[in-house]
Structure formats: C-alpha cells, structure tokens
C-alpha cells in the first residue's frame, strides 16, 4: 500500500478532511459504504491530490501504507461501532484508527480500552470548524496513545488551522477520551457564547430600539475590538441578510425555536457529574429548550410584562456600549467555567491536558475561534496553575472595569422583561465566586436541621451536628 491515510465515511465532513490531505500532498485512500459517494469525491476532485478509491474495505485497508492509519468519518454512536469492528478486524497491531465523529467521550474510552487489548491504537478527535474548516483547515484535538500521535501528529499539523502566529491549530491533548471530552466542553461554550450573543442583540433591539441593520453595524464595530470572533461577524451577517419571498430582515422571518443536536446537553450532564458549576453552558443548553416548548410559550403569552420607555439616541448609544462590556464579561465567564471544567475533566481521568494549548488550539479553524483566546492562551502559560481565569490579573482587572456597566445592562433586562439568562448568569457566578461569605452557611444549616447532615465551623477544626430537636446542644461528630 502507498496511502499514507485512509478516510472512511465520505459525507460532508469526510470528504471535505479527505481533500484537505490531499491537497497538502498525501495520498488518501477514500471508502464509504456505499461507493458512490467515493466514486463521486474522485470524478470532482480527483483532480485536487493524490486519492486512491476503494470499493470495498479489504481494498481499502490493502491501500494503506504501515502502520496503517484510518480516519472514521461516519454517523457518531452505533454506525461508528459498526465500522470501527469491521475495520479492525481487518487491521494489525500498532495500526491506527481515528475516529473524527462526534463522538462522547465516554465511547471513546470504552473503544480505546477494547482495541487496545487488541494492540491496535485508538484515538478520538474532536474536528470543529464544520464543512469549511475540514476543507480549509479544522481545529484538531486528538486524544490517544502518545505513540499514536507521533505517527498521526504531523499530518494533522499539516491540515489544521493556523493560528496568527502561525502554530498549527492541533496538538495531543491527552491519552484516550481526552480530545473529545475538549471537543464537547468546546461546544459547550459555543453554546454559551451564541447564548450570550443573542441576548445583546435582543436588549438591543428591545430595550435600545436599534434596528436589526443598525446592530450589524454595532456588531461589525464590536468585532474590531476585544469581542473579533467569527461568531460575532457571522451574526452580524446574519442581521445584515433581508428575505427574499418578504423583503423582511431575515432574522424576523426565522421560526424561534432553536434546536440541539447534544453536545452542549452532554457537557451540562458531564459537569453535573463532576460536580462543575458551568451555569453560563446549562443557561444557554435551556434556554434553547425553553424556545422550543411552544405549547408552554402559548400558555404563558397573557402574563403581563413591563412597560418600556423608548431610548433616546444617546442613551441608546451608551446602552449599546454596555451591552458591550456586558457580553465581554459574560464571555470570559462562561470561558471561565468550560476550562474549570477541562480542569476538572482531566484531573478525574489522568489526562494532564495543558490548559493553555487547549486555548492555542481554538485560535483558529473551530466554531469559538476569537482574538480574546490567545489572551486565555497568555493567562494560562503564565501561570499553568491558575485556579480560575477570574483571577488572572488582565481578565480580573476587565471584568472590575466592566462590573457597572454589566449590572446596568442585566438591570435593564430584569426591568424591561428581556429575559437574558446568560448575562445575569454569568453575573451571579462572578457575584458568588467573590463573595467573602455565601448564604451556603443557612443551607449547610438547614441541612444539618432537618437530615443530621452535620456542619463544620469557622472558628475551630472538627465536624458538629446540633441537636435540633432537643436542647440545641452541640455535639462533636468526628471524634475529636
Ligand atoms: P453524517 O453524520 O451525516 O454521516 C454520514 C456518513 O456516515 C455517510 O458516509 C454514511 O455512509 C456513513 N454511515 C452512516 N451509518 C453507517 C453505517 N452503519 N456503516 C457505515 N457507514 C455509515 O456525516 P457528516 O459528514 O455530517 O459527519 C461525520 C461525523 O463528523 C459525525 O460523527 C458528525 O457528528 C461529525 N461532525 C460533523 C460536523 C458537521 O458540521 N457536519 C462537524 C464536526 C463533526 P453512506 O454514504 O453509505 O450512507
């Protein structure tokens, strides 16, 4: 075989990582299951690179140079089994099979055990970036075997994203369930962000009166500054976009029920699990669920709202400059708990992923892509151990610039009834983690009055439990 790579699974995603091997100078070996697919990657883009097609997977795997290395493109949950078996099966050991799918992290771990067993390396990657970013360059984040990387690595260093400073946008984020568990905690902060996004452009249409061409431009001027990400120029293009059939702005015309496919669900249940607060992801993982639930919307259409009082345009314009640091805040909230959650994640698994590649890696190719991510990239190599991006001394020092303006706006929210879960999530969460003293001590209280749940004190080491019931004694429960 001369193939350096094989790709299975030639839908959209596939393809499109199949011609972008091949346009970087390897030779790719292309299969599906069903043969058309290949045979019509070949007719239109054969031309692109180097492909060897393969009707059948024995041809496929005869393709393949050794150690052999296959990329899985295919559906995420059982077709993914499916595959995995039939090619491994017809693989070797020290061989490599990719799995690029969506997959939970969970599955993973379970598929790399059992093909470890059978000598073969397994690694699961997370690719984001969408069709565009497999062709023109994905931000990659491979979890396995290291050995598995250093066959693999270069290749996907080749096809990744650059970032501005022109480092590869892929790196060995951790042994087995490591890359996918980072690809989910990516969505889920994709979540937040698009959360948080539609929040300022709601207050400003609702609470500022703008139009939506006119927060285009708001949004067009944002994306120079500290907020340039691609969400925000999409969004902006977004609201730019009129209706044909209407001639209305294309976002009036858009049925308001956003729909989920289950990453950013998965990450909220993974963050339970850990025992993570990620409130700004299970905000955003809600609130599309809430948009959803017509038959609770329509029950609750009667309810009195508040009156609003129309801006002026000044007012307006400040209004818009603090929805501004509002959402930079809420952003470097929600980005706060997604790497607490890395954090968590890796700690729980053995992982030792480096949190500051986790941000080097996002700088390009992926759906978050942002200027603000090199800054995270900053905090974290300066200080690996940071407890929270809150307590980086740059973000801190934004976020306590940003703190009146963030309240005002989250303010403005709760008075004009536009409901903006994110920003006044996100503000509770930084209002809790400063806090000197939280009213836990009332529920460990509670909790110690009704279930015996014991407590301990401020003033002295031990675990006590008042007896509650009778003389309100307090006794020592730990012995001591
Ligand atoms: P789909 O998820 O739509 O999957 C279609 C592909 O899966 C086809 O090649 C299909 O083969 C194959 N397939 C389905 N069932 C089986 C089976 N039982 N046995 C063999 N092959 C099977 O394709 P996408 O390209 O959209 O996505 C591929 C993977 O990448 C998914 O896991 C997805 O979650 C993930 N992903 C997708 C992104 C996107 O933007 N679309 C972004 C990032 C990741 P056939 O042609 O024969 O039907």
């Known amino acids: 075989g001369r193939a350096q790579i094989g790709v299975t699974g030639l839908a959209v995603m596939g393809r499109n990582l199949a011609r972008n091997f091949a346009r970087n100078g390897y030779t790719v070996a292309v299969h599906n299951r069903t043969y058309g697919r290949t045979r019509d990657l070949v007719e239109q883009f054969g031309g692109e690179g180097d492909f060897v097609p393969a009707e ?145 452009y709601q207050l400003l249409r609702d609470v500022a009166g703008y139009a939506p061409d006119e927060i285009a431009d708001i949004f067009r001027g944002w994306n120079e500054g500290r907020l340039g990400s691609y969400l925000i120029e999409i969004t902006a293009e977004v609201l730019t976009h009129t209706d044909a059939a209407t001639g209305a702005p294309f976002v009036d015309v858009v049925a308001d029920r956003a729909e989920q496919k289950g990453t950013g669900r998965w990450t909220v249940q993974t963050a339970l699990g850990l025992g993570t607060p990620v409130p700004g992801i299970a905000e955003a993982v809600f609130a599309r669920s809430l948009s959803g639930h017509t038959e609770l919307r ?81 905090a974290f190599t300066s200080d690996p151990w940071l407890p929270t991006l809150l307590a980086d001394p740059e973000f801190a020092k934004e976020l306590g610039e940003a703190q009146y303006a963030w309240r005002d706006v989250v ?39 009704f279930g015996a749940h014991t407590y301990q004190r401020t003033d002295r080491e031990g675990t006590f439990h008042t007896l509650w019931g009778g003389d309100r004694e307090e006794i020592r429960t730990d012995g001591g």
């Open 56 to 200: 059948t997977a024995e041809e496929f795997v005869a393709a393949l140079e050794r150690p052999r290395r296959v990329m899985i493109m295919v559906k995420a949950g059982g077709p993914t089994d499916t595959v995995i078996e039939e090619f491994a099966e017809l693989l070797e050991p020290g061989d490599v099979i990719i799995d690029g799918g969506n997959a939970h992290f969970e599955d993973t771990r379970r598929r790399e055990a059992a093909l470890r067993e059978r000598g073969l390396h397994f690694v699961g990657t997370g690719v984001s970036g969408g069709e565009e970013g497999a062709l023109n360059g994905p931000s990659i984040m491979p979890g396995g075997s290291p050995e598995s990387y250093e066959s693999l690595g270069p290749m996907l260093e080749r096809i990744a994203a650059r970032a501005p400073d022109g480092t590869p946008c892929t790196t060995h984020v951790g042994p087995d369930g490591a890359g996918h568990f980072v690809k989910m905690v990516h969505n889920g902060i994709e979540y937040a962000d698009m959360q948080l996004i539609a929040e300022a």
């Open 298 to 378: 329509t029950a609750a259409s009667p309810l009195p709202g508040p009156q609003r009082t129309p801006m002026g345009r000044d007012e307006a314009a400040d209004f818009a400059d603090g929805v501004e640091r509002s959402l930079y805040a809420s952003k470097v909230i929600s980005y706060a708990q997604g790497w607490d959650m890395i954090r968590a994640g890796s700690e729980e698994y053995d992982w030792h992923i480096d949190l500051s590649d986790v941000a080097a890696i996002w700088r390009a190719g992926c759906i978050i892509r942002a200027r603000f991510l090199d800054r995270i990239r900053a």
């Open 411 to 449: 303010a403005a929210s709760v008075r004009n009834g536009v409901p903006a879960p994110g920003m006044s999530s996100a503000l509770a969460y930084y209002d809790g983690l400063r806090a000197p003293r939280l009213p836990a001590a009332l529920l460990q209280a509670q909790r110690d009055y």
